[in-house]
């Protein structure tokens, strides 16, 4: 079992709607979660960083932590063609001091 | 302020040689960690690096990989006699501090070298 999973899609979307995205995880230990998201040959860009469980909103995105589901979600309103890309949920737990915990990603089409 | 630069961004090399990835970390950034992404996976770490120290290279393959980050110029992960496996997308990210330390978390990543092996 993957210690972080993620589905890969692709999801499509018309423009304007609401974005749901998820991951789920298995070690208990993940402290920090963070979104990134990845254009086509590009690097990741952080989206949204979080620290433990509740609610994190910036703009359009609103990112959420539920340590006790181990389940982490991020949503996109009013989504735009801009927002097709590759989102990667990311992890960590203090001790480790290094290493991100990627999800595989999941492929985001916003169609006009 | 440039970003993270890589070098070279795509690099073709045949199985048994040498291919050498190069990452300039953003100004000020004193921690560089290398990733690798696989086709359709998620980003695995690799090593991370403080100026002229491995911190922690647990993500390293045993054999044929290394990184170095000297005192001047680019971190450098090497792979030695590569093979098809080794083609890859890999990423190098640089931080000002460690990740997961108190209130921090800035990793910053490059574009990315595309390594394809013949």
């Known amino acids: 079992q993957k210690e972080v999973e993620q589905d890969p899609g692709p999801l499509s979307v018309p423009e304007g709607a609401i974005v749901s995205l998820n991951c789920t995880y298995s070690?208990?230990?993940?402290?920090?979660f963070m979104w990134y998201r990845q254009y086509s040959r590009k690097g990741p860009e952080l989206l949204m960083y979080?620290?433990?469980?509740g609610n994190k909103e910036d703009g359009r995105f609103t990112a959420q932590v539920d340590k006790s589901s181990k389940y982490i979600s991020l949503f996109i309103r009013d989504s735009q063609p801009s927002d097709s890309a590759t989102y990667l949920c990311?992890?960590?737990?203090?001790?480790?001091?290094?290493?991100?915990?990627f999800g595989t990603g999941t492929r985001l089409q916003v169609t006009l | 302020n440039a970003g993270v630069m890589q070098n070279p961004r795509h690099l073709v090399r045949r199985r048994g040689q040498e291919a050498r990835l190069r990452c300039s970390p953003m100004k000020g950034h004193s921690h560089v960690y290398w990733y690798r992404q696989l086709p359709e996976e998620g980003l695995k770490f690799m090593v991370y690096?403080?100026?002229?120290?491995?911190?922690?290279e647990s993500g390293m393959p045993k054999e044929r990989f290394s990184a170095e980050f000297p005192k001047e110029g680019p971190s450098i992960l090497r792979i030695q006699q590569v093979v098809r496996g080794d083609s890859a997308a890999y990423f190098c990210?640089?931080?000002?501090?460690?990740?997961?330390?108190?209130?921090?978390?800035?990793?910053?990543f490059g574009a990315g070298s595309r390594l394809t092996v013949l």
């Open positions: 990210a640089s931080s000002p501090r460690e990740t997961g330390s108190s209130g921090a978390n800035v990793l910053t």
């Open positions: 690096l403080q100026k002229e120290n491995i911190i922690d």
């Open positions: 990311a992890m960590i737990y203090t001790g480790t001091a290094s290493k991100l915990t």
């Open positions: 979080t620290y433990s469980s």
């Open positions: 070690n208990s230990a993940f402290q920090y």
